[in-house]
């Protein structure tokens, strides 16, 4: 940013006056309290995420990746800031976050300080730093690389560059109203949360029947039947020369996301000479990846792409299965676990899954009406949680606008 800008675009009224070009060391103090009389354990230990802030590692990761003493490692207190030294995509350089939560320790890999509250805000500058571009653009002169991608800076370094800042009492009002937009974030996402974990539940328990729909009548639908997938889809095949030129090549392994990967396109690099052709709603099976649930169905987006033999296609038979009701089906344990048992690929293994054993899985199965009904029950329940999913994007594309205006 240019260095002759020193008020914001967007601006609380009562405020006026430029901003100081203040170097980190006038607002921050490196922290030296260590846990040297093993005051937190291995359950205290803090870790340090882009998106979650600082957090429980056990909590967070499921695990404590601690070594065999902590008794060297820092203490981190709350409203104190830690810098990680270690590269994420979106930030090369590491990340700088406050912690909002309780006390722990952190290990000798990180650099923890101490807000100089006469001079900053915690809030404030953890709101600063919330910006990809704005802690890049401040680690980046400071920080080299070393072999290994390791970070070659000491602790007092980080602190030797400067920000533009405002009065304390302005970084009070930013980071109030910047945190009031965090905490509507928060709540959508948790709600976003609830919702999912609701459908799941539901999924669980109208695959397993223990939750029986009824018709339009009142009545019970008729006992589900056992099928093959034989009888609801069939294989089919579109062979094509390879192409001469570049093409939309698709690939699954997705981890029953059921979504498709955009694999290389150059026909130079595609040994096989015939391709396959991809068609909306066909069913496309990873042979190779399949215990892994690389299965997805074909979306208009994928309408044309061509795959290799190892993703053999499948047409649903319309007449006994509704596709809307296997979108919900394919996800769930009782396919994840035949994909496993017919499918034993993987790191080790030497099988893949074959065409044929695909048709052969079985699952018991709900009449037409019932899967029509049991699609629109889910997709009532997917269509309000992409609508708090897309409130969540505006709100997090507005904060981000508003983070890029308020600071210099």
Known sequence: MSLDIKKPKIRFKEFSG????????ML???????????????????????????????????????GESVHNYHVVENGDIVYTKSPLRANPYGIIKVNKGVSGIVSTLYAVYKVINEQASGAY????????????AYLRPLVKKGAKNDMKVNNLQVLSDRIWIPS???????????????????????????????????MHRIFSNEIRFKDDDGKEFAKWDRKKLGDLFSLVSRPVAKPTDNYK???????????????????SKIEMDILYQVKKNDLIVNITFAWEGAVAIATEDDEGGLVSHRFPTYLCNNEILLLDFFRYLYPNNLFKNALELISPGGAGRNRVLKKDDFLKIEFNMPSMDEQRKISNFLSIID????HTEAKIGKMETWKRGLLQQMFV
């Open 18 to 25: 430029t901003w100081e070009h203040k170097e980190l060391n």
């Open 28 to 66: 921050l103090r490196e922290a030296k309290q260590r846990n040297t009389h093993l005051k937190f354990g291995k359950k205290d230990v803090l870790s340090v995420s882009g998106e979650f802030g600082i957090v429980n590692q056990i909590e967070h990761l499921g695990r404590s990746y601690a």
């Open 125 to 136: 500058l953890d709101h600063y730093f919330s910006l990809d571009e704005n802690t890049n």
């Open 168 to 202: 304390v009492p302005e970084q009070e009002k930013v980071s109030l109203f910047l945190s009031k937009i965090n905490q509507k974030i928060s709540w959508l996402k948790k709600e976003r949360d609830l919702l999912t974990d609701y459908k799941n539940g539901m």
């Open 249 to 267: 090549a698709l690939g699954v392994r997705s981890h029953f996301k059921g979504t498709f990967q955009r694999l290389d396109s150059d026909p």
């Open 383 to 386: 269509n309000k949680i992409k």
